[in-house]
């Protein structure tokens, strides 16, 4: 997760005209959303996942890492934005003291060299299944509506995957996107 990809949705937004609605909620609380159950899919939609995005890589970032009690951790991939954890959390019946962002959402990083259990247990399906990588998905909801002449799609999907950068390692995670057309 980077500050500029946040930073691109708002402009989207703007010269679009498309409603912030969109993009951010105002009556969510970024503070009161539980990290474990945005990760598992749970509760949360994408204005939701795009307003906690604003928030932890805003102008609050500090206070954000603070309160949700994150130290952010060098990252041998360049695609995830790592933290450790104060107090582990539990996601998928795992506990975890990782937690990393990609650019679509937040992925607990569990101790599991074989991520086969956890897809199976939670209905993942395999797009990549190959010795040394593991990618799979299964969406949560999707949705589709236009505005002002744009359509927005918005796109809720579990994924389980395994990368290079993380031997012995499985991501699971939830993936919260947008698509403007």
């Known amino acids: 997760m980077t500050k500029s990809s946040f930073k691109g949705l708002a402009a989207v937004a703007v010269v679009l005209g498309l409603p912030a609605a969109a993009f951010a909620r105002e009556a969510v609380d970024p ?3 539980d990290l ?10 994408v ?3 795009n307003s906690f995005g604003f928030w932890l890589a805003g102008t609050e970032e500090a206070q954000a890492r603070a309160s949700l009690g994150l130290t952010e951790v060098k990252s041998a991939n360049f695609m995830l934005m790592e933290y ?3 107090r582990p959390i539990t996601v998928f019946g795992r506990q975890t003291r990782r937690v990393a962002f990609t650019s679509s ?6 101790d599991e060299a074989d991520p086969h259990p956890l897809a199976k247990a939670l209905g993942v399906i395999p797009v990549v299944d ?3 990588k593991f990618l799979g ?3 949560v909801s999707e949705t589709s509506e236009t505005s002002e002449g744009s ?4 796109r809720v999907s579990l994924n389980v995957s395994t990368v290079t950068t993380h031997p012995g390692k499985t991501l699971a995670g939830c993936s919260y996107t947008l698509e403007i057309q």
């Open 151 to 154: 359509t927005l799609k918005t």
């Open 47 to 49: 204005p939701t996942y």
């Open 137 to 139: 998905e299964v969406v």
């Open 105 to 110: 959402g937040p992925m607990a990083v569990l």
């Open 130 to 132: 190959a010795p040394g």
């Open 84 to 86: 450790d954890l104060a």
């Open 31 to 33: 503070q009161q959303v």
């Open 36 to 45: 474990a159950k945005l990760i598992e899919c749970r509760t949360y939609d």
